[in-house]
Nanobody
């Protein structure tokens, strides 16, 4: 059974930073494309950043380029999202997601097969 567990969210003032972590189990992590999505109240879940299993390659939503960095550590079955220069509009529940084995790049919610419960990030102005 696949488990995806996020951690690292919290409250931060605008301009601050956090590091979100996501540990996945029950899958072949080194062969799995991973991503972060977020969902603010009343809005749809949106893609934030992804990292492929091969390469690896990283890709970002335009709204976070230059501020967020995604990385993975296959020895720990963990993907990270370093979030810097946070803005109030970054406030959301951040979700980690995994694709099935050897699937590549994707940005849509329906392309991801396994999801965590989410971690809240709140940015105050």
């Amino acid at each position: 059974q696949v488990h995806v567990v996020e951690s690292g969210g919290g409250w931060v003032q605008a301009g601050g930073s956090l590091r979100l972590s996501c540990q996945a189990s029950g899958l072949t992590f080194s062969g799995t494309t991973m991503a972060w999505f977020r969902q603010a109240p009343g809005l749809e879940r949106e893609f934030v950043a992804g990292v492929t299993w091969s390469g690896p390659s990283t890709y970002y939503a335009d709204s976070v380029k230059g501020r967020f960095t995604i990385s993975r550590d296959n020895t720990k079955n963990t993907v990270y999202l370093q979030v810097n220069s946070l803005k109030p509009e970054d406030t959301a529940v951040y979700y980690c997601a995994a694709r099935k084995l050897l699937k590549g790049y994707a940005r849509t919610v329906t392309d991801y097969d396994y999801w965590g419960q989410g971690t809240q990030v709140t940015v105050s102005s």
